[in-house]
Every structure is written in C-alpha cells, then in structure tokens.
C-alpha cells in the first residue's frame, strides 16, 4: 500500500495501535504453565474487542488467531497444548485488520531465567530491526534495509534467517513489494517511494541461516537449528523517514 492520504494513515495507525496493545497485553499475560493455546485466546478475545480480525486467520486459514513459537520453533507456530516453561523463547506475532486496513508486529520475549547469550541475541535482534528501520525512506533503495542488518549482524556474529522476509502491508496482509530482503542482496534495485507500507522484521540468529517448514504445514524450524529471534514493527515510508505504526497507545 502506498498512503497517499491523511485518512489512510490514520486508518493505519488505529490498526497498528490494536495489534501492538494486543501483543503487549499477551507478552505482560505469559507465564510459566500456560499453554500457548490459552495465551492465543487472549489475543483473540483483544482483537475481537477492538473490531479487528486475525489476519492469518482471514487470509491462510491458520488454525489460529496469532502465530505462538516457542524455541526451535521460529515463525508460524500453531497455538494449542504446549506448555511455556522456565527458559523459553516465545515469539508472538501479531497480524490484524479493521475497516480494510492491516498491519503485523512481532517479537521474542525471555522466560526467566534465560542464558545470558539469549538475553544478548533478543537485545540484538531488536536493534537489528531498528536498524532496517533507520533505512526506510522517500527515495532509499529497498535493498538498504537488508544490506543494514547485515553489516550489523556479522559485525556481531550472528547469521541471519534467508528466505523469511520483510514485505509491503496495508490493503492486505502480503502485497506490493511482496520480498523485502532483511539479508544482504546485490541484485534488487528498486526504489522506496513515498508513502509505502511495509514491515521491517529481521530473523536472528546464532547459526541458523534457514526457515524449514514442520509437518503440520506451518510451522518453521531454523537450518541448521540454533536460536532465532524476530523483532516487527510495520512502518510508512515519508520524506523524513519512517513513521512506525505498530505502537501502543
């Protein structure tokens, strides 16, 4: 989507409000002995409040209302009868429409007690974002928000997850530019203009360097598996650079 107006944006921000309270409210809910099924039902419940509905839901018919992964689980974990346990990594992602407009945020949160190298590589991981973000901007090469994140990555010595990218958002769930590189790439030159609409969502790692898909369909694993974390905000694309949406309020 490219935002070409003020109702646009504010039809925007009202959405991204309601998935960052939403994730906010889950991640301050989590705790030791739920299962990921109960912590996926007060999602559900926030976003119904709100008006809102699940985007992975309306879009893929994923057997949720939230994506819920837990440890070797990297992205689009099914929510159901796992319990979170002392040490866990527990990535939410949180997807949602209203009145035409959507917008995705995600991120990892640390059960206590973590390793302090997991404490590390989610503080990392979540710099590593807003360093894509920092790329976003009337006029920059879409190609700069990966090539960022990479210098950072391997200045630290972590690897980063290939084939799960960043994309456009707003209309719809997945759109315009549909591959957002979050990794370092030579050939892509196209051009951000002003006003689009796309997620900036780094996976990682400290080895991993793919997304292999489980045998329920959904849920990926990390390549060779090592420790993922995913930080996702959605932003909008302006002279003085990105605006973030997906911010509680």
């Avoid at 039809?11 to 409000?17: E, F, L, P, Q, S």
């Avoid at 456009?168 to 590189?181: D, N, Q």
Wanted: a neutral charge; hydrophobic letters at 35%; one cysteine or more.
């Amino acid at each position: 989507m490219t935002i070409t107006k003020q109702d646009e944006l504010d039809g925007m921000k009202a959405i991204g409000r309601i998935v960052a309270n939403t994730i906010q409210t889950m991640a301050k809910a989590m705790e030791v002995g739920m299962t990921t099924g109960e912590l996926d039902e007060i999602g559900r419940k926030l976003l119904e409040r709100e008006g809102a509905v699940s985007a992975p839901k309306s879009t893929y018919d994923f057997p949720g209302a939230t994506c819920i992964s837990v440890n070797e689980e990297i992205a689009h974990g099914i929510p159901g009868n796992r319990v979170i346990a002392p040490g866990d990594l527990v990535n939410i992602d949180v997807s949602a429409s209203r009145n035409g407009y959507f917008a995705d945020t995600g991120a990892t949160y640390r059960v206590p007690p973590v390793r302090a190298s997991l404490d590390r590589l989610c503080r990392d991981g979540k710099r590593a974002m807003q360093v894509g973000i920092a790329q976003v901007g009337t006029g920059k090469p879409l190609a700069g928000i990966g090539n960022a994140i990479g210098r950072f990555a391997s200045q630290r010595g972590y690897t980063l997850i290939r084939n799960l990218a960043s994309h456009g958002v707003g209309r719809s769930l997945h759109e315009y530019p549909e591959e957002v590189a979050t990794w370092p790439t030579r050939h892509d030159k196209r051009r951000i203009n002003k006003g689009l609409v796309l997620t900036v969502e780094p996976f990682l790692s400290t080895g991993g360097t793919w997304a292999a898909e489980g045998d329920d369909g959904w849920t990926l694993y990390s390549e060779p598996r090592a420790p993922v974390v995913q930080y996702e905000h959605t932003v909008v694309a302006t002279d003085r650079g990105a605006i973030v949406i997906t911010l509680p309020g």
